[in-house]
């Protein structure tokens, strides 16, 4: 929800410039003489980047760790059409949009857009994805929706965050970064085999950063954290046919909330309001300032089978999350109606999945089958306090439960296996059940089903370059909100069907990968938040199926091997965005939030031995005239050991 905003059409523009420089001994030029294979799993299956038609970024374990990147809020800065705000009263809860598409408000009864999945387990919530994860190996964003292999909530794209598997040898790596603000990370991580056939790793990471904005009163400053994530993994190997993994994950985070300021006003305001002009480095509050902190885990139980007809696996998965947020916004009464707010969240979820992946011994078709069932239950329990009127609002203390099951298909065929041609085709069926208690108002249910097709065709024109057409569509679940006047007043699902013509090529022996996408996209019942007019209580909301849109845009990824330790990666994203229609409202007078018309990421990296390095980053966004900027240093050093058992 919350995709769109009513107030006056402006460009935006964002930028982002990523330059890194290791520090230490140079590797031997022939381990980087060409650009590595990335092997990805966005299509239920490990394969080749340039050989799966979907514009993707991969992420390995090496970049997230030069660039910092510990949790999913991390990674909007460095991709492209992908977008990042924290939710305003709680920096643990990260809104992410593709394309123009995302959602903005994490309630129990309501979903997100752009499909969050570790290991392949849904995250249903966005609330804790701001905290870290321990012994990341990649991470994937896929760009447009994925309706097919990943269903429901994914019609602005999904993340796939995949982490590292116990290996057969014993190994050990400890890790240090610094930077200004008091920022420390540390990350722990020990391999180790228990015999032939069983293997365990275990992994802890520590994410420290003093507040942004000193607070000259009582509490910690403004934009503080303390993070720390752990994993246990343990894999027993039976046989050749059999494997099984299991892995707990453990989140927690004490964090205070963002300060708020406006830098800029429109002509009628200009001059009225004593604003602050620059951004302020210290502030004070008339009440202590209260921390926030969040807690997940998890359980997942993976077996994956190797018979006759291909890979069977059974994906397992019991996930608890437990948030409470606190927002006061009383320092600067110019940002928001609100003066602070709480808010707390539990949720706890049951996923089961069921994956056949195989091919036809003639080697002409592929398929990925599968079942899928899930289940959660969550309790939010909200005060607001209104600042001009010095008035608590009426709490919000809500039940849902939320169920949903699947079956989908993905078939690609070839009319040989030598075929330079391929066309796939896949399709999913949805049902949701949702059922919410408002101890103030009442109960309401609502079921929902979708149909979600899929086809691709694509040409492979040489070994190393490849062109594809695709039709997807996406779907989000309807559902209820929380802080609508009428809670007791369900919004139906919203729909995205995309079309995208891309490319996939290396040059120059493979030293310079140029990949790219242009597409176009329909944007149907589209759910919108309206701030219902005359009513007393401000913070209340009422969303309908009341918006349609259209999104273009295009999407290059330049990845070049300029010599044998020196490599450029570059990245570009456009948006065109524009909301056709709004029932009941002049469409002129909204937007869509957070799709900025330009995004650029450029990155350069001299390759060293990873004992010592050191990065400088630069970012900026613009737009809607207000400008922003930030610069930073980082530094770190790596101790690791491997041998044999």
């Excluded at 890194?20 to 001994?25: F, N, P, Q, R, S």
């Excluded at 246990?232 to 059999?242: H, N, S, V």
């Excluded at 190797?306 to 409470?324: F, K, Q, V």
Aim: hydrophobic share 35%.
């Amino acid at each position: 929800m919350r995709v769109a905003s009513r107030h006056t059409p402006s460009p935006l523009l964002s930028q982002t410039l990523v330059a890194a420089l290791t520090l230490g001994t140079a590797l031997p030029g022939s381990a980087q003489n060409v650009l590595e294979e990335v092997i990805v799993t966005a299509q239920k299956k490990a394969e080749n980047l340039q050989e799966t038609p979907i514009s993707l970024v991969s992420m390995s374990a090496e970049t997230l760790r030069r660039l910092g990147i510990g949790s999913v809020g991390d990674i909007a800065y460095h991709v492209p059409n992908l977008s990042m705000t924290p939710f305003p009263n709680s920096p643990n809860a990260p809104r992410l949009f593709i394309r123009g598409v995302g959602s903005g408000d994490p309630q129990v009864t309501t979903d997100t857009s752009v499909g969050v999945y570790m290991d392949g387990v849904y995250l249903a919530r966005s609330i804790g994805l701001g905290l870290e994860v321990a012994d990341i190996e990649r991470i994937e964003v896929l760009r447009g929706p994925q309706g097919t292999l990943y269903g429901r909530n994914t019609t602005g794209g999904a993340v796939n965050i995949v982490t590292v598997r116990p290996e057969s040898e014993l190994s050990f790596s400890q890790a240090f970064s610094a930077g200004e603000l008091g920022i420390f990370k540390s990350r722990s991580m020990l391999n180790l085999p228990l015999g032939e056939t069983l293997a365990l790793r275990a992994a802890y990471v520590i994410n420290e950063r003093d507040g942004m904005v000193e607070n000259t009163g009582q509490g910690d400053d403004f934009g503080s954290h303390d993070k720390e994530g752990g994993r246990l993994d343990l894999r027993w190997t039976l046989g050749e046919a059999l494997t099984l993994d299991y892995a707990y994950d453990y989140s927690d985070g004490t964090f205070t909330s963002h300060y708020y300021q406006l830098l800029d006003t429109n002509a009628f305001f200009d001059g009225v309001l004593p604003i602050p002009r620059s951004r302020q480095e210290r502030a004070a509050l008339p009440t202590p300032f209260l921390s926030g902190d969040a807690t997940t885990r998890g359980h997942t139980l993976t077996l994956t089978l190797n018979t006759p007809w291909g890979e069977l696996r059974s994906i397992t998965a019991d996930r608890r999350l437990d948030d409470s947020a606190y927002q006061d916004y009383s320092a600067n009464p110019f940002v928001s109606v609100i003066q602070n707010a709480v808010a707390e969240t539990d949720q706890e979820q049951f996923s089961q999945e069921l994956q056949l992946v195989g091919s036809n011994q003639a080697g002409t078709l592929d398929y990925v089958l599968g079942l899928y069932y899930f289940r959660e239950e969550g309790e939010v329990f909200l005060v607001d306090r209104i600042a001009l009127a010095n008035l608590t609002l009426p709490a919000v203390d809500v039940s849902a439960e939320n169920t949903a099951t699947a079956g989908f298909a993905q078939l690609t065929w070839r009319p040989g296996a030598d075929s330079p041609w391929e066309a796939t085709l896949g399709a999913r069926y949805t049902e949701d059940e949702r059922e919410a208690v408002n101890r103030s108002i009442g109960a309401v249910d609502e079921r929902f089903s979708e149909f979600t097709p899929s086809a691709v065709l694509r040409y492979q024109l040489n070994p190393r370059a490849s062109l594809y057409g695709k039709v997807v569509t996406g779907y989000k679940s309807g559902g209820f909100n929380i802080r609508a006047a009428d809670f007791t007043q369900p919004f139906d699902p919203e729909t995205l069907t995309s079309w995208e013509l891309g490319f996939k090529s290396e040059w120059l022996q493979q030293r310079l990968r140029v990949n790219g996408a242009a597409f176009y996209a329909d944007y149907e019942d589209m759910q919108l938040d309206i701030v219902v007019p005359d009513q007393p209580n401000p913070a209340l909301t009422q969303t309908a199926n009341a918006g349609k849109a259209s999104i273009a845009g295009l999407e290059l990824d330049l990845d070049a091997l300029l010599t044998d330790q020196l490599r450029l990666s570059v990245s570009l994203g456009l948006l065109d965005a524009e909301i056709d229609r709004v029932e009941g409202d002049d469409e002129r007078f909204w937007v869509i939030q957070n799709a900025p018309e330009q995004q650029l990421s450029v990155g350069g990296l001299q390759s060293y031995r990873p004992t010592a390095w050191a990065m400088r980053a630069w970012r900026s966004r613009g737009g809607t005239g207000l400008a922003a900027g930030s610069s930073r240093w980082r530094c770190g050093c790596a101790i690791s050991s491997t041998g044999s058992t």
